[in-house]
Protein backbone atom coordinates (compact mmCIF):
# COMPACT_ATOMS: atom_id res chain seq x y z
CA UNK A 1 0.00 0.00 0.00
CA UNK A 2 0.97 3.41 -1.12
CA UNK A 3 0.33 6.87 1.14
CA UNK A 4 0.78 8.20 -2.92
CA UNK A 5 2.86 11.20 -1.62
CA UNK A 6 6.00 10.40 -4.44
CA UNK A 7 7.16 13.66 -5.33
CA UNK A 8 5.27 15.67 -3.30
CA UNK A 9 6.17 18.49 -1.30
CA UNK A 10 5.30 18.65 2.09
CA UNK A 11 6.26 21.09 5.20
CA UNK A 12 7.05 20.12 8.95
CA UNK A 13 7.88 22.65 11.13
CA UNK A 14 10.03 21.60 14.18
CA UNK A 15 11.65 18.49 11.81
CA UNK A 16 14.95 18.66 13.66
CA UNK A 17 14.18 16.77 16.68
CA UNK A 18 11.60 13.41 18.24
CA UNK A 19 8.31 13.31 16.30
CA UNK A 20 8.94 15.76 13.65
CA UNK A 21 12.53 13.90 12.70
CA UNK A 22 10.58 10.42 12.61
CA UNK A 23 8.14 11.84 10.13
CA UNK A 24 10.36 13.54 8.05
CA UNK A 25 12.15 10.16 7.49
CA UNK A 26 9.06 9.07 6.80
CA UNK A 27 8.09 11.10 3.87
CA UNK A 28 11.41 10.75 2.35
CA UNK A 29 11.40 6.93 2.04
CA UNK A 30 7.94 7.13 0.61
CA UNK A 31 9.33 9.34 -2.10
CA UNK A 32 7.93 13.03 -1.09
CA UNK A 33 10.08 16.47 -1.24
CA UNK A 34 10.79 17.72 2.48
CA UNK A 35 11.17 20.75 3.98
CA UNK A 36 12.18 20.86 7.27
CA UNK A 37 12.94 23.92 9.72
CA UNK A 38 13.47 24.49 13.17
CA UNK A 39 15.71 27.62 15.01
CA UNK A 40 18.87 26.24 15.77
CA UNK A 41 20.33 25.91 12.23
CA UNK A 42 23.81 23.36 13.73
CA UNK A 43 20.63 20.80 14.87
CA UNK A 44 19.12 21.13 11.36
CA UNK A 45 21.91 20.86 9.39
CA UNK A 46 23.18 17.86 11.83
CA UNK A 47 20.25 16.29 10.91
CA UNK A 48 20.31 17.01 7.04
CA UNK A 49 23.58 15.44 7.23
CA UNK A 50 22.55 12.49 8.88
CA UNK A 51 19.86 12.10 5.90
CA UNK A 52 21.84 12.03 3.22
CA UNK A 53 23.28 9.12 4.49
CA UNK A 54 20.22 7.04 3.47
CA UNK A 55 17.81 9.70 1.02
CA UNK A 56 18.35 11.66 -1.73
CA UNK A 57 19.75 15.08 -1.05
CA UNK A 58 17.86 16.65 -3.66
CA UNK A 59 14.22 15.68 -1.82
CA UNK A 60 15.65 17.45 1.31
CA UNK A 61 15.80 21.02 2.50
CA UNK A 62 15.95 22.79 5.71
CA UNK A 63 15.56 26.19 6.30
CA UNK A 64 16.11 27.74 10.41
CA UNK A 65 12.72 29.48 11.22
CA UNK A 66 10.70 30.59 14.34
CA UNK A 67 7.64 29.83 13.69
CA UNK A 68 6.58 32.75 15.93
CA UNK A 69 7.52 35.32 13.57
CA UNK A 70 5.99 35.97 10.32
CA UNK A 71 8.34 37.54 8.35
CA UNK A 72 11.11 34.02 9.24
CA UNK A 73 7.82 32.06 8.46
CA UNK A 74 7.15 33.87 4.94
CA UNK A 75 11.12 33.68 3.83
CA UNK A 76 10.91 29.57 4.78
CA UNK A 77 7.75 29.58 2.77
CA UNK A 78 8.96 31.50 -0.07
CA UNK A 79 12.77 29.38 -0.10
CA UNK A 80 10.69 26.02 -0.30
CA UNK A 81 8.49 27.23 -3.02
CA UNK A 82 11.66 28.50 -4.75
CA UNK A 83 13.15 25.24 -4.59
CA UNK A 84 10.30 22.41 -5.07
CA UNK A 85 7.97 24.63 -6.79
CA UNK A 86 4.79 23.74 -5.15
CA UNK A 87 3.36 23.28 -1.56
CA UNK A 88 1.33 19.89 -0.90
CA UNK A 89 1.35 19.16 2.88
CA UNK A 90 1.87 21.19 5.82
CA UNK A 91 2.21 19.34 9.25
CA UNK A 92 2.72 22.07 11.93
CA UNK A 93 4.58 20.35 14.71
CA UNK A 94 7.36 22.77 16.26
CA UNK A 95 6.99 23.21 19.84
CA UNK A 96 6.94 22.91 23.46
CA UNK A 97 5.12 22.24 26.47
CA UNK A 98 5.36 24.53 29.75
CA UNK A 99 5.46 22.60 33.04
CA UNK A 100 3.89 24.92 35.63
CA UNK A 101 0.78 25.08 37.92
CA UNK A 102 -1.69 28.36 38.34
CA UNK A 103 0.25 29.84 41.12
CA UNK A 104 3.99 29.55 39.06
CA UNK A 105 2.61 30.56 35.99
CA UNK A 106 2.63 34.67 35.16
CA UNK A 107 1.40 36.35 32.92
CA UNK A 108 3.89 36.11 30.55
CA UNK A 109 3.77 32.45 30.63
CA UNK A 110 0.49 32.46 29.78
CA UNK A 111 1.04 34.94 26.36
CA UNK A 112 4.04 32.65 25.48
CA UNK A 113 2.14 29.92 25.77
CA UNK A 114 -0.75 30.93 23.86
CA UNK A 115 1.16 32.85 21.11
CA UNK A 116 3.28 29.41 20.87
CA UNK A 117 0.37 27.35 20.53
CA UNK A 118 -2.09 29.42 18.45
CA UNK A 119 0.63 31.50 15.97
CA UNK A 120 2.91 28.24 15.45
CA UNK A 121 -0.60 27.32 12.98
CA UNK A 122 -1.32 30.94 12.20
CA UNK A 123 1.85 32.21 10.86
CA UNK A 124 2.26 28.54 8.62
CA UNK A 125 -1.28 28.97 7.54
CA UNK A 126 -0.97 32.24 6.33
CA UNK A 127 2.20 31.99 4.54
CA UNK A 128 1.31 28.09 2.90
CA UNK A 129 -2.43 28.89 2.31
CA UNK A 130 -1.70 30.42 -0.99
CA UNK A 131 0.28 27.27 -2.50
CA UNK A 132 -1.99 24.96 -0.86
CA UNK A 133 -4.85 25.91 -2.65
CA UNK A 134 -3.17 24.96 -5.56
CA UNK A 135 -2.49 20.96 -4.84
CA UNK A 136 -4.81 18.40 -5.35
CA UNK A 137 -3.93 16.89 -2.75
CA UNK A 138 -3.85 19.61 -0.03
CA UNK A 139 -3.48 19.08 3.63
CA UNK A 140 -2.89 20.85 7.12
CA UNK A 141 -2.08 18.86 9.89
CA UNK A 142 -1.71 19.82 13.43
CA UNK A 143 0.00 17.84 16.50
CA UNK A 144 -1.85 18.69 19.63
CA UNK A 145 -1.72 17.05 22.75
CA UNK A 146 -4.74 15.16 24.91
CA UNK A 147 -4.48 18.12 27.75
CA UNK A 148 -6.47 19.69 25.03
CA UNK A 149 -9.69 17.32 26.24
CA UNK A 150 -7.97 16.25 29.47
CA UNK A 151 -6.37 18.87 31.24
CA UNK A 152 -3.64 18.93 33.84
CA UNK A 153 -3.09 20.95 36.69
CA UNK A 154 1.04 21.10 36.32
CA UNK A 155 0.56 22.16 32.94
CA UNK A 156 -2.13 24.84 32.96
CA UNK A 157 -1.47 27.17 30.20
CA UNK A 158 -0.80 24.11 27.92
CA UNK A 159 -3.84 22.71 28.71
CA UNK A 160 -5.64 25.91 27.76
CA UNK A 161 -3.70 26.39 24.95
CA UNK A 162 -4.29 22.96 23.57
CA UNK A 163 -8.02 23.61 23.89
CA UNK A 164 -7.53 26.77 21.57
CA UNK A 165 -5.65 24.50 19.02
CA UNK A 166 -8.12 21.76 18.79
CA UNK A 167 -10.86 24.33 18.48
CA UNK A 168 -8.67 26.14 16.23
CA UNK A 169 -8.55 23.03 13.98
CA UNK A 170 -11.67 22.33 13.74
CA UNK A 171 -12.47 25.73 12.48
CA UNK A 172 -9.73 25.41 10.02
CA UNK A 173 -11.32 22.05 8.96
CA UNK A 174 -15.10 23.58 8.32
CA UNK A 175 -13.72 26.89 6.74
CA UNK A 176 -10.97 25.74 4.03
CA UNK A 177 -13.26 22.73 3.21
CA UNK A 178 -14.09 24.86 0.09
CA UNK A 179 -10.36 25.56 -1.26
CA UNK A 180 -10.70 21.24 -1.15
CA UNK A 181 -7.91 21.51 1.86
CA UNK A 182 -8.07 18.79 4.69
CA UNK A 183 -6.95 19.92 8.25
CA UNK A 184 -6.82 17.05 10.98
CA UNK A 185 -5.12 16.67 14.16
CA UNK A 186 -3.21 14.12 16.65
CA UNK A 187 -3.93 14.18 20.01
CA UNK A 188 -0.34 12.99 21.76
CA UNK A 189 0.05 11.45 25.38
CA UNK A 190 3.22 10.88 26.31
CA UNK A 191 5.86 10.59 23.29
CA UNK A 192 9.38 9.76 24.42
CA UNK A 193 10.84 12.79 22.69
CA UNK A 194 13.03 16.05 23.44
CA UNK A 195 11.12 17.54 25.83
CA UNK A 196 11.23 14.17 28.25
CA UNK A 197 14.76 13.52 27.07
CA UNK A 198 15.12 17.00 29.05
CA UNK A 199 13.33 16.59 31.90
CA UNK A 200 15.00 13.23 32.53
CA UNK A 201 18.22 15.46 32.67
CA UNK A 202 16.82 17.15 35.24
CA UNK A 203 15.35 14.96 37.36
CA UNK A 204 15.58 14.71 41.21
CA UNK A 205 16.54 11.29 41.27
CA UNK A 206 19.72 10.39 39.17
CA UNK A 207 19.41 6.57 40.88
CA UNK A 208 17.41 5.65 37.33
CA UNK A 209 18.45 5.43 33.64
CA UNK A 210 16.06 6.31 31.09
CA UNK A 211 14.00 2.73 30.70
CA UNK A 212 13.32 3.01 34.83
CA UNK A 213 12.60 6.64 34.46
CA UNK A 214 10.22 6.65 31.60
CA UNK A 215 8.83 3.41 33.27
CA UNK A 216 7.95 4.99 36.97
CA UNK A 217 6.74 8.50 34.63
CA UNK A 218 4.54 5.73 32.59
CA UNK A 219 3.20 3.67 35.67
CA UNK A 220 2.58 7.16 37.42
CA UNK A 221 0.54 8.45 34.63
CA UNK A 222 -1.63 4.86 34.39
CA UNK A 223 -1.03 4.55 30.66
CA UNK A 224 -2.96 1.48 30.05
CA UNK A 225 -0.28 0.22 27.11
CA UNK A 226 2.16 0.98 30.16
CA UNK A 227 5.13 2.87 28.31
CA UNK A 228 5.43 5.86 26.68
CA UNK A 229 4.71 6.26 22.97
CA UNK A 230 7.88 5.94 20.87
CA UNK A 231 8.13 9.44 17.98
CA UNK A 232 7.49 7.04 15.41
CA UNK A 233 4.01 6.04 16.88
CA UNK A 234 3.15 9.67 16.31
CA UNK A 235 4.51 9.94 12.77
CA UNK A 236 2.83 7.15 11.26
CA UNK A 237 -0.48 8.52 12.95
CA UNK A 238 0.68 12.03 11.08
CA UNK A 239 1.52 10.32 7.73
CA UNK A 240 -1.85 8.86 7.31
CA UNK A 241 -3.67 12.17 8.38
CA UNK A 242 -1.38 14.43 5.61
CA UNK A 243 -1.48 11.82 2.98
CA UNK A 244 -4.11 11.30 0.65
CA UNK A 245 -4.65 8.11 2.32
CA UNK A 246 -6.89 9.68 4.62
CA UNK A 247 -8.85 11.61 1.63
CA UNK A 248 -12.52 11.33 3.05
CA UNK A 249 -11.37 12.79 6.77
CA UNK A 250 -11.44 16.30 7.53
CA UNK A 251 -12.14 18.00 10.65
CA UNK A 252 -11.13 14.69 12.84
CA UNK A 253 -8.22 13.73 15.28
CA UNK A 254 -6.31 10.41 16.10
CA UNK A 255 -5.95 9.63 20.05
CA UNK A 256 -2.06 8.05 20.02
CA UNK A 257 -1.73 8.14 23.51
CA UNK A 258 -1.84 4.51 24.55
CA UNK A 259 -4.97 4.43 25.93
CA UNK A 260 -4.66 7.55 28.85
CA UNK A 261 -7.92 8.97 27.28
CA UNK A 262 -10.52 6.93 28.85
CA UNK A 263 -13.35 8.41 28.57
CA UNK A 264 -15.44 8.36 25.68
P1 LIG B 1 11.22 17.91 20.49
O1 LIG B 1 11.68 18.86 21.55
O2 LIG B 1 11.94 16.63 20.30
O3 LIG B 1 11.13 18.67 19.08
C1 LIG B 1 10.59 19.95 18.96
C2 LIG B 1 10.97 20.51 17.61
O4 LIG B 1 10.33 21.79 17.44
C3 LIG B 1 12.46 20.75 17.45
O5 LIG B 1 12.83 20.49 16.11
C4 LIG B 1 12.60 22.25 17.76
O6 LIG B 1 13.78 22.76 17.16
C5 LIG B 1 11.31 22.78 17.12
N1 LIG B 1 10.81 24.05 17.65
C6 LIG B 1 10.45 24.35 18.90
N2 LIG B 1 10.01 25.62 18.98
C7 LIG B 1 10.10 26.14 17.72
C8 LIG B 1 9.83 27.40 17.15
N3 LIG B 1 9.34 28.41 17.87
N4 LIG B 1 10.03 27.56 15.82
C9 LIG B 1 10.51 26.55 15.05
N5 LIG B 1 10.81 25.34 15.55
C10 LIG B 1 10.62 25.14 16.87
O7 LIG B 1 9.69 17.67 20.87
P2 LIG B 1 8.61 16.57 20.48
O8 LIG B 1 8.97 15.82 19.26
O9 LIG B 1 8.25 15.88 21.71
O10 LIG B 1 7.38 17.55 20.20
C11 LIG B 1 6.75 17.74 18.94
C12 LIG B 1 5.40 18.39 19.23
O11 LIG B 1 4.61 17.50 20.02
C13 LIG B 1 5.48 19.70 20.02
O12 LIG B 1 4.53 20.60 19.53
C14 LIG B 1 5.12 19.27 21.42
O13 LIG B 1 4.60 20.32 22.22
C15 LIG B 1 4.06 18.20 21.12
N6 LIG B 1 3.81 17.32 22.24
C16 LIG B 1 4.77 16.44 22.65
C17 LIG B 1 4.52 15.58 23.71
C18 LIG B 1 5.52 14.57 24.16
O14 LIG B 1 5.25 13.82 25.11
N7 LIG B 1 6.68 14.47 23.53
C19 LIG B 1 3.24 15.63 24.44
C20 LIG B 1 2.29 16.55 23.90
C21 LIG B 1 2.58 17.38 22.83
P3 LIG B 1 14.53 24.08 17.75
O15 LIG B 1 14.62 23.91 19.23
O16 LIG B 1 15.86 24.10 17.06
O17 LIG B 1 13.69 25.24 17.37
Not at 151 to 178: D, F, Q, Y
Request: hydrophobic letters at 40%; one cysteine or more; aromatic letters at 8%.
Amino acid sequence: MSFKVKNKVVIITGGSSGIGLELVKLFLTEGANVAWCGRNQAKLQSTFNELSEDYDASQMFIHSCDVLDQDQVDGFVAAVVEKFGVIDMLVNNAGQGKVADFFATDDQDWVDELKLKVFSVVNMVNATLPHLKQSDIASITNVNSLLGLKPETHMVATSVARAGLLNLSKNLANELVKENIRVNSILIGLVESGQWRRRFEERSDRSKNWKEWTATVAAKKEIPLGRLGKPQEAAYALMFLASPLSSYTTGSVIDVSGGLSKEI
